[in-house]
C-alpha cells in the first residue's frame, strides 16, 4: 500500500501549529528509520518516532496524539543526532505534548503520586516531571 503525501495534510492547521510550536518541517523526514533504530525507548512506543513522523505527514495527528509516544520519549536527542535531514523526533512530540497540555487536559494527577516517592524523590525530578505531565 502507497501513502501519497497530500497536500491537505501540511496544511491542516493543527500540523502547521506543531510545526511553529516545535520549530521543525515535518516534510523533511524521508523515512530513513534512523530515529527509530537509535531511540532508547522505541520498545515502550505505542507508535515509533519513523512512523510518528509519517502519521504527521499524511494527517493523522489523532492517532499520534492518542499514542503514548509523546509522553513515553526522554528527550536524549539521539533522533536528531542520527538524523541526516537534522530533524529532531524529540522536538516534535515536546511540541505534541505542549498541544496536549494548552488544552488543560493533564496527563498526570498530582493527587495520584505517591506520597512516599514526593518525599524522597530528588525535588528536580519532581519539577521536570510535573512540566512534561501537568499543564
Not at 524521508?30 to 532508547?40: E, L, N, R, V
Request: charged share 25%; glycine share 6%.
Amino acid at each position: 500500500m502507497k501513502i501519497k503525501l497530500t497536500k491537505g495534510a501540511i496544511e491542516n492547521p493543527l500540523i502547521r501549529q506543531l510545526e511553529r510550536v516545535s520549530g521543525e518541517e515535518l516534510k523533511r523526514c524521508y523515512q530513513c528509520g534512523k530515529c527509530s533504530a537509535g531511540c532508547p525507548v522505541t520498545f515502550a512506543m505505542e507508535i515509533p518516532p519513523s512512523q510518528i513522523m509519517r502519521f504527521l505527514q499524511i494527517g493523522m495527528m489523532d492517532d499520534v496524539m492518542k499514542a503514548n509516544s509523546m509522553w513515553v520519549c526522554v528527550g536524549c536527542l539521539q533522533c536528531y543526532a542520527r538524523c541526516p535531514q537534522s530533524v529532531s523526533v524529540a522536538n516534535v512530540l515536546e511540541g505534541l505534548r505542549q498541544l496536549h497540555l494548552r488544552k488543560g487536559e493533564d496527563r498526570e494527577q498530582i493527587k495520584d503520586v505517591p506520597f512516599p516517592f514526593l518525599k524522597n524523590a530528588p525535588q528536580q525530578a519532581i519539577v521536570c516531571g510535573f512540566r512534561k505531565f501537568v499543564s
